[in-house]
């Protein structure tokens, strides 16, 4: 069982992390008119060479298969991304960066960034950096690799 400062935490981040993304969705949506989670899905996929397996962004995006294929079918209408399927298997589907997603993420990609370090960085310095990403890091191998 959990101490309380081991509790505490784990509510201080909890609480952290829900406020940070709702006012970087909030900012984000309002400054670009593109929503939080279709920018992360530009950004993974531009990071990642310009395409990616519809599996493997679902997972690098923390959002759930059938959320995926929600979200890239708007990326799709809006022409942000294209769908093609995988040269080694007909039935995998790759989601590819268009022009204009290419585009479309570099506008928005420093709204993010700016929002990132005012609301985030801006409050820590580079100690607490430091041992926050250690800390972090260390319980997501935990989790990852049991």
């Excluded at 939080?36 to 397996?53: F, I, P």
């Excluded at 690098?60 to 769908?83: C, D, F, K, P």
């Excluded at 007909?90 to 506008?107: E, K, M, P, Q």
């Amino acid at each position: 069982m959990p101490r309380n400062r081991g509790l505490q935490a784990w509510s201080a981040l909890l609480r952290a992390h829900a406020t940070l993304l709702r006012q970087l969705e909030s900012d984000l949506q309002s400054k670009t008119g593109l929503a939080l989670a279709d920018y992360d899905v530009l950004a993974q996929l531009a990071g990642a060479g310009g395409s990616l397996r519809m599996t493997e962004l679902a997972d690098r995006a923390l959002i759930s298969r059938s959320g995926m294929t929600r979200r890239v079918a708007r990326l799709v209408h809006e022409g942000l991304v294209r769908r093609a399927h995988a040269d080694s298997d007909a039935r995998g589907v790759v989601v590819l960066l268009t022009d204009s997603g290419l585009g479309r993420l570099a506008v928005v990609a420093p709204v993010h960034l700016r929002g990132v370090s005012d609301l985030f960085v801006a409050n820590l310095d580079d100690q607490e950096l430091a041992v926050l990403e250690s800390a972090l890091a260390k319980v997501t191998i935990d989790c990852t690799f049991g």
